[in-house]
């Protein structure tokens, strides 16, 4: 059997679209699947090592190319890839879905799709933001909920419109939480169409690498010793790094000890360095960028604590690596992110953007070592919950 896996992000970028992409295309491959991967790049170059190594192909469609023409050479590079495939495999509904869906309706492909999150929503939401100078923590944009109720703009309700046709028109639809299928229900798709198939969670090379300070990476000055918190993201509103940001300097006076460092590119970075530099908080908060997954994995077990204050998750994979990192966790109570975290049992659950709590729970678990160790203990048995080879195993029934 044939499968081409179309993806927006795939290793060196991390996310964890990219990660699972990686994973499936790695595991179907052990397993005597033949795969290809079709994905976009900063640089358009077939990677004939990683070929080699891995015993996949990938074809990389350069960044450089504007939208609409960029997706038009991946249709066209998709179609030419997938004439001998069974199914393609869309790891998103636009910048993979919208081709794979043309392609396979001109080939006669069997067409799957995963859905991790509503395109639409994103970009309205992410342009609500873009005119503001600094990230403002109260400015209020429609939670994701509210979105599916009311109308918007001619670009938000054409995006809308093809991520529903999209998932409308696929054989079959994977969802990582029970949260999102029932989103998607709401669009008009058939329930016994979306089967939800939870992430797994696995380390590279079985164990956390040593970590090593990368002084190219402009960190040579951060002191690592101390309570770090971590945040991993990319760089966008929903994300609440503003308001993590925000609450430091009445952190630093409880415990001057405490560093944040959050890790991740997006479009709010310029604006995230700005308001930690009118803080005065350069040496206490640190913006890494992007980095490997190795060396987020290094960061992750170099901190104490992880902080997610996000307005929106689909299932977050970065959960999943804080608590085999064997972190305890904050994060907030929203979309899929109840079936990872049970409230005071693996982590501490609290509003999006709540400021006073975030405070009020990160003081917390710092202060109470018994409750951090139970978060820990209680994170290593809910990860049996997102097992490889369960994943994998009921991925390929469905493909199958």
């Known amino acids: 059997m044939k499968i081409i896996i179309a993806t927006g992000i795939f290793p060196p970028d991390i996310g964890g679209p990219a990660t699972y992409s990686e994973t499936m295309a790695r595991e179907l491959t052990k397993r005597g699947f033949e795969v ?4 976009y790049a900063d640089r358009s170059k077939n990677q004939e090592a990683g070929i080699k190594k891995q015993g996949y192909g990938i074809v990389r469609i350069s960044r450089i190319y504007p939208k609409g023409l960029r997706h038009f050479v991946y249709f066209w590079k998709l179609l030419r890839i997938s004439r001998g495939a069974d199914v393609v ?12 869906l043309a392609a396979t309706k ?6 799957a799709l995963k ?3 509503d395109y639409a929503w994103e970009q309205h939401a992410q342009r609500s933001t873009t005119s503001l100078k600094f990230p403002i923590s109260n400015f ?11 109308k918007y703009g001619l670009r938000t309700e054409l995006l809308r419109f093809l991520e529903r046709v999209v998932a409308k028109k696929a054989d079959v639809i994977i969802t990582p939480s029970e949260y999102l299928k029932k989103l998607v229900i709401g669009w008009g798709v058939p329930e016994d169409k979306i089967k939800v198939i939870y992430n797994a969670y696995t380390e590279q090379n079985n164990k956390f690498q040593a970590f090593v300070p990368s002084s190219g990476r402009g960190v040579s000055n951060f002191k690592f010793q101390g309570d770090v918190i971590i945040s991993v993201g990319r760089l966008v509103p929903w994300k609440g ?3 993590l940001i925000e609450i430091m300097p009445e952190l630093f006076k409880e415990n001057p000890n405490f560093k944040l460092l959050i890790v991740g590119e997006g479009p709010q970075k310029e604006n995230l360095k700005s308001q930690i530099s009118n803080l005065k908080l350069n040496e206490k908060v640190i913006l890494l960028g992007k980095v490997s997954h190795a060396e987020l994995e290094a960061y992750l077990k170099m901190a104490k604590m992880f902080v997610l204050n996000t307005a929106y998750e689909g299932l977050s994979h970065q959960l999943l690596e804080a608590l085999a990192a064997e972190l305890p966790v904050v994060t907030t109570n929203v979309c899929g992110n109840p079936e990872v975290i049970t409230d005071g049992e693996n982590g501490i659950l609290v509003d999006f953007n709540d400021k006073a709590a975030l405070k009020e729970v990160i003081l917390r678990v710092w202060k109470d070592k018994n409750l951090a160790r139970k978060f820990v203990e209680n994170g290593k048995k809910t990860l049996e919950k997102f097992t490889l080879e369960k994943m994998i195993k009921e991925t390929i029934n469905i493909l199958r």
């Open 36 to 39: 290809a991967v079709i994905t």
């Open 106 to 111: 001109l080939l006669r492909k069997k067409f």
């Open 241 to 243: 790094f503003g308001a």
């Open 115 to 117: 859905i991790v999150g």
């Open 89 to 100: 495999y869309a790891q998103d509904l636009i910048s993979a879905g919208l081709p794979a």
């Open 140 to 150: 209020q944009f429609p939670n994701i909920e509210e979105f599916q109720k009311e």
